[in-house]
């Protein structure tokens, strides 16, 4: 039977390309969820002819119902709408390619759902922590990694997920357009120095994280709650050509990679095959025209985020939410130049010294400590 899918966060990077996946093998689209743009929501409707679509902006929903007025779809708003589109379809994977927290709630009704979730947006399962893991295992639902590393990760693990002999993780990072700089070169770059990644074309938000590192920080706390390891059993490698996608050491020392090109469609097809695997729209890896494939120690002195995310793992609670939340404000003052560079960690570690850690916690504490970070970090400024 043909796969049915949905996709929240469908106007972004993840979520176009999840769309070129699935033209590519004729998936059944089931629901399309997006911000406020209109114009490409329209466009990916008459294309894939869901059956819900949802708009987080009431008026831009409002503008789709009329545009879309000739189709059989039921436009819904809201957060209340996308988490609709996240739970009520007859979809049995959905992609949550959503930035941010914000894809914390939509997360949870996939799979309290019991729909399988390729996760893309990984702030939901740093700050929803258990919240997430349990309701995956309550209902049964898998968590498929999207995010490249974990993706590596979880393919270098292939079945046996929840293998003793897995002795560490090592996730690769680029190191983004900042690798080999001092503290001092980081003082006054510009958001357009930040937004040039060497090898990914991806959202603001993340492109932004990559160049501070917080992005390998949320991932090293992604890892830890995907493959159930200690943070310090997660080692950090930089690998400027992004071809190593990540890698997972044995008890024997073997050591076991995966590579490819860099291009999303690889893990986000893999989320939605899995165990499968068929020809994909990527290219193929020529590994002598890459030539030179090099590593290096990433340098924590000068991305403190780095270090900010493995304390807040080492707590876990609460934490992972709290850092988060301050990084999100933090990263969005960056872009719109109202802080320096420099500054990210600064105001992440003022803001997050405030909260209050909790092992035990609901949905509805992780959104008010994220008004409390957010709070203090426009107060830092
Ligand atoms: P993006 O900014 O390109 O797209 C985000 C999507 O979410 C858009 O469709 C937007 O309309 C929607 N959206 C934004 N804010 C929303 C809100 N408050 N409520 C509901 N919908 C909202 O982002 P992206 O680069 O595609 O990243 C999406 C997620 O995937 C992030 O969590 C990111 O860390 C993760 N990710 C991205 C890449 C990549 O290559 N782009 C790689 C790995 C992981
Ligand atoms: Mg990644």
């Known amino acids: 039977m043909k796969k049915r899918i949905s996709i929240l966060g469908s106007t972004g ?16 689209v089931e629901a399309l969820t997006a911000g406020s743009n ?68 939509p997360t949870l009704s996939v799979l309290n759902a019991g729909k399988d979730l390729a996760l893309a947006n990984k702030e939901s399962i740093v700050a929803g922590g258990r919240l997430v893991l349990n309701a995956a ?59 040039a990644h060497p090898n990914w074309s991806m959202g603001a938000k993340i492109t932004i994280d990559s160049a501070s590192m917080f992005n390998k920080g949320l991932e090293l706390i992604e890892a830890v709650r995907l493959f159930g390891v200690t943070p310090d059993r997660v080692d950090i490698v930089v690998h400027r050509e992004s071809i ?46 890459a030539a030179n494939l090099t590593f290096f120690k990433p340098d924590y002195d000068t991305f403190d985020c780095l270090n900010i995310c493995r304390e807040a793992a080492g707590k876990d609670g609460l934490m992972p939410a709290a850092v988060n939340s301050a990084n999100e404000e933090a990263n969005l003052l960056f872009r719109q130049e109202k802080i320096t560079f420099l500054q990210i960690p600064e105001l992440i570690r003022e803001a997050a010294s405030h909260a209050v850690n909790r092992e035990e916690f609901t949905a509805q504490d992780v959104f008010e400590l994220d008004a409390q970070m957010r709070s203090l970090v426009r107060a830092g400024v």
């Open 137 to 195: 295992k309550k209902s049964g639902a898998k968590i498929l990694p999207v995010d490249s590393e974990h993706s590596a990760i979880f393919q270098c693990l292939e079945g046996k997920p929840g293998n003793r002999a897995l002795k560490k993780i090592i996730l690769t990072a680029s190191g983004g357009p900042f690798f080999g700089r001092t503290r001092e070169d980081l003082k006054d770059v510009t958001v357009a120095q930040a937004l």
């Open 244 to 289: 190593v996608h990540s890698l997972v050491e044995y008890d024997d020392n073997s050591v076991i990679a995966q590579l490819g090109v860099p291009d999303m469609r690889i893990p986000i097809q893999y989320a939605l095959t899995y165990p499968d695997r068929y020809e994909s729209p990527v290219p193929e890896l020529d590994l002598a025209a």
């Open 38 to 105: 209109v114009e490409l929501i329209e466009k990916q409707i008459r294309e894939f002819r869901p059956k819900k679509a949802a708009l987080l902006n009431a008026d831009a929903a409002e503008d789709l119902k009329i545009r879309t007025a000739d189709l059989d779809v039921r436009i819904l708003s809201g957060e209340e709408g996308i988490c609709e589109c996240a739970e009520n379809t007859e979809a049995d994977t959905v992609i949550n390619s959503i930035v941010g927290l914000a894809g914390l709630r």
């Open 13 to 28: 990077s993840i979520g176009t390309q999840s769309l070129d996946v699935a033209r590519k093998h004729g998936y059944r």
